[in-house]
Nanobody
C-alpha cells in the first residue's frame, strides 16, 4: 500500500520546538518532491515548505522561513520538518504530500499521496 505517515506532533509552548517526520511506504522518494502543508482551524490548507529528492532543493514561505527546516533521509524514506521558535499561529494539522513533479514549490495538481496529518498545538 502506498502511503505517507506523519508523526511528531503535539503540544508545545510558544518559543518551543518540534520535529515532524513523514515516512513513506509502498514507494520511494526518488522521483518525488515532498511538500509540507498545514490547515489551521477554520482556514484553508496551505503549503509552506518543500524538498526535492533529486537535488535537495528546499522551499519555504515567508511565514516559516528562518524557523522551519526541511530535510530528508532517503535511506530511511523519511522527510523531516524541524520547527523552532514556534508561535501560537503555527497551530494547525500538518500534512506531508508527495508530488510526482520533483520540483519546489510543489503544484497541487501533481500531488499523488497525502499523509493523515498530525496536530501541532502551540500555547501562548
Amino acid at each position: 500500500e502506498v502511503q505517507l505517515v506523519e508523526s511528531g506532533g503535539g503540544l508545545v509552548q510558544a518559543g518551543g520546538s518540534l520535529r515532524l517526520s513523514c515516512a513513506a511506504s509502498g514507494f520511494t522518494f526518488d522521483d518525488y518532491a515532498i511538500g509540507w502543508f498545514r490547515q489551521a482551524p477554520g482556514k484553508e490548507r496551505e503549503g509552506f515548505s518543500c524538498i526535492s529528492s533529486s537535488d535537495g532543493r528546499t522551499y519555504y514561505t515567508e511565514s516559516v522561513k528562518g524557523r522551519f527546516t526541511v530535510s530528508s533521509d532517503n535511506a530511511k524514506n523519511t522527510v523531516y520538518l524541524e520547527m523552532n521558535s514556534l508561535k501560537p499561529e503555527d497551530t494547525a494539522v500538518y500534512y506531508c504530500a508527495a508530488s510526482r513533479d520533483d520540483s519546489c514549490p510543489v503544484s497541487w495538481r501533481y500531488l499523488e499521496v497525502w499523509g493523515q496529518g498530525t496536530l501541532v498545538t502551540v500555547s501562548s
